[in-house]
């Protein structure tokens, strides 16, 4: 029990200042590339918080697991969306610009209805993986181009 109890407490603490290094480093690279903070999180710290979810997804399915795969995704989303943003809104309010928010969250709608539609065959094909692929660059390039446009306008805009 006390080593259960020791683990868990080393584990969060851990988990806290890795938590806290991510954000101090994506902070900082958000004021040398002179792009918005929401920016930097909707790519950088979205894309290294994904690679362990990206690896357990790709083993499963190498492993003859997809079931696993896919219950990684959709678990992952769910609890990215309803977990950590909302414990994070609990602890702090969080203040967006609204017309940014709005774009970003239909396009993560419109991922999640794509990719729902692609899984009503119960089959993730080659194409429809390389459509979901090309949403994502064709989405981070947009959102990169309109933050270096709207960054002369306001830094807090995207």
Do not use: W
């Not at 900082?28 to 790519?43: H, K, V």
């Not at 080659?126 to 709207?150: H, K, N, P, Q, S």
């Amino acid at each position: 029990m006390l080593i259960a109890l020791t683990t868990l407490t080393v584990g969060v603490a851990c988990l806290f200042a890795g938590g806290h290094a991510l954000v101090r480093g994506a902070s900082q690279l958000a004021l040398r590339l002179e792009l918005s903070p929401l920016f930097i999180g909707l790519t950088v710290v979205a894309f290294g918080t994904s690679l362990p979810e990206l690896l357990v997804t790709v083993l499963a399915d190498l492993r003859g697991a997809p079931e696993i795969a896919v219950g990684n995704v959709v678990g992952s989303n769910i609890a990215n969306l309803g977990l950590v943003l909302g414990t994070a809104a609990l602890a702090f309010p969080l203040l967006l610009d609204a017309a940014g928010t709005l774009r970003h969250l239909a396009a993560s709608i419109g991922a999640t209805l794509l990719a729902g539609l692609f899984f009503l065959n119960g089959i993730l094909s080659r194409i429809e993986a390389a459509l979901l692929l090309l949403g994502l660059v064709t989405y981070v390039t947009v959102a990169y181009r309109y933050a270096r446009r709207v960054e002369g306008i306001s830094s807090e805009a995207m």
